[in-house]
């Protein structure tokens, strides 16, 4: 297991990290993504800190907070040393009744934060992440209160998850003006199916040392080697009950196709090596693994040992590779002169 650095923060990360959301779901959306009880999720975390894995991922809406509460619990059932392990959590969804019981603002965020502080069981979370963007609160008063929170000790870094390049960069601006605690990560989808990521977001967290955390690396299931274009119905699985998030399926299934062989000249599952592509993109500084059952954690974990040639990294790339869009291959092409001349200096 490697360990990279969060952003511009002396933090380290296990380059993948397990996430939470298949934690104590009932009959609502959750349940659809995972049920586990307090028992089954107990042996998922211990099989994940055994394998080298330091990064726990949940959120206050992830069954209701009853995955915040089964996480703090399996750090105490399994004695898990705090200062060893790494918990992220996330505030912004609706968490009561009533117009300011969701979103960014400060009246909500602070008593979201402290109401993850009593369910996890933890005198602090070391990174607290907006969930997805609010058009109600103004930035900046977003920005202070994670300030506060990090003043007050409630919280050690802070991070964001499901906003654009340009409000990100808005925030960092205002968070360097203001003197405040900036981001220091991005929570994003982001899969070999789905690389809309590249456009904006990647260079921007590239250029401003934010780092990346990747949520639904196959796609809800969909690249897990399960479907098929002929019988797509054939498997069983969370993309059935739940189809989220979408996917282009033509393009999608042409990206599987061409993971088949690759997985099958390493000996592995097209799953390993759908995980394997995310960690060799430099922007990715952990890939987030849920599971439901102890080998299906397993078989991810295994991906940190697949090694891809640069021959099979170029297949993977032309197959899945996004479309030049404006002012992508415009910059591409005004900037091709000016790259040559760096690249002559190395």
């Given at each position: 297991m490697r360990y990279n650095q969060l952003g511009r923060t002396g933090l380290f990360v296990s380059e993948l990290c397990l996430g939470a959301m298949t934690f104590g779901g009932g009959d609502d959306m959750w349940g659809k993504i995972g049920q586990l009880g307090?028992?089954?999720?107990?042996?998922?975390?211990?099989?994940?800190?055994?394998?080298?894995v330091?990064?726990?991922?949940?959120?206050?809406?992830?069954?209701?907070?009853?995955?915040e509460e089964i996480t703090g619990q399996a750090i105490r059932n399994l004695g898990?040393?705090?200062?060893?392990?790494?918990?992220?959590?996330?505030?912004f969804g609706q968490t009561g009744e009533g117009p300011n019981a969701r979103g960014n603002s400060r009246y909500h965020l602070i008593d979201a934060c402290k109401a993850s502080l009593q369910r996890l069981q933890l005198d602090h979370i070391d990174l607290y992440q907006i969930h997805g963007f609010d058009p109600a609160t103004p930035i900046e008063e977003t920005l202070r209160a994670l300030d506060t929170l990090v003043q007050h000790g409630h919280v050690r870094y802070v991070g964001v998850s499901n906003w654009a390049a340009w409000q990100i960069i808005k925030a960092l601006g205002i968070s360097e003006r203001l003197g405040l605690h900036r981001f220091a990560s991005l929570q994003a989808y982001y899969t070999i199916a789905?690389?809309?990521?590249?456009?904006?977001?990647?260079?921007?967290?590239?250029s401003e040392d934010v780092g990346l955390m990747v949520w639904s690396p196959l796609a809800g299931g969909f690249l897990s080697g399960k479907?098929?274009?002929?019988?797509?119905?054939?498997?069983?699985?969370?993309?059935?009950?739940?189809d989220f998030p979408p996917v282009d399926r033509d393009r999608g299934y042409g990206v599987i196709e061409a993971m088949r062989p690759i997985a099958a000249a390493h000996g592995v599952s097209v799953a390993q090596i759908a995980l394997a592509w995310l960690l060799h993109q430099p922007a990715v500084t952990s890939v987030i693994i849920g599971a439901k059952r102890p080998e299906q954690l397993g078989d991810n974990l295994a991906a940190i040992k697949v090694r891809l040639s640069g021959a099979e990294l170029e297949t993977l790339d032309a197959v899945s590779r996004i479309p030049a869009e404006y002012p992508g291959w415009m910059l591409e092409r005004q900037g091709e002169y000016r790259r040559g001349l760096i690249d002559q200096r190395r």
């Amino acid at each position: 297991m490697r360990y990279n650095q969060l952003g511009r923060t002396g933090l380290f990360v296990s380059e993948l990290c397990l996430g939470a959301m298949t934690f104590g779901g009932g009959d609502d959306m959750w349940g659809k993504i995972g049920q586990l009880g307090q028992e089954e999720a107990d042996a998922l975390v211990r099989g994940a800190i055994e394998s080298g894995v330091n990064f726990i991922d949940t959120a206050d809406v992830y069954g209701g907070g009853r995955s915040e509460e089964i996480t703090g619990q399996a750090i105490r059932n399994l004695g898990l040393k705090r200062d060893e392990i790494v918990v992220a959590t996330k505030g912004f969804g609706q968490t009561g009744e009533g117009p300011n019981a969701r979103g960014n603002s400060r009246y909500h965020l602070i008593d979201a934060c402290k109401a993850s502080l009593q369910r996890l069981q933890l005198d602090h979370i070391d990174l607290y992440q907006i969930h997805g963007f609010d058009p109600a609160t103004p930035i900046e008063e977003t920005l202070r209160a994670l300030d506060t929170l990090v003043q007050h000790g409630h919280v050690r870094y802070v991070g964001v998850s499901n906003w654009a390049a340009w409000q990100i960069i808005k925030a960092l601006g205002i968070s360097e003006r203001l003197g405040l605690h900036r981001f220091a990560s991005l929570q994003a989808y982001y899969t070999i199916a789905g690389r809309e990521l590249e456009r904006e977001i990647v260079p921007m967290l590239r250029s401003e040392d934010v780092g990346l955390m990747v949520w639904s690396p196959l796609a809800g299931g969909f690249l897990s080697g399960k479907y098929t274009r002929d019988d797509e119905a054939s498997a069983n699985g969370r993309r059935v009950a739940f189809d989220f998030p979408p996917v282009d399926r033509d393009r999608g299934y042409g990206v599987i196709e061409a993971m088949r062989p690759i997985a099958a000249a390493h000996g592995v599952s097209v799953a390993q090596i759908a995980l394997a592509w995310l960690l060799h993109q430099p922007a990715v500084t952990s890939v987030i693994i849920g599971a439901k059952r102890p080998e299906q954690l397993g078989d991810n974990l295994a991906a940190i040992k697949v090694r891809l040639s640069g021959a099979e990294l170029e297949t993977l790339d032309a197959v899945s590779r996004i479309p030049a869009e404006y002012p992508g291959w415009m910059l591409e092409r005004q900037g091709e002169y000016r790259r040559g001349l760096i690249d002559q200096r190395r």
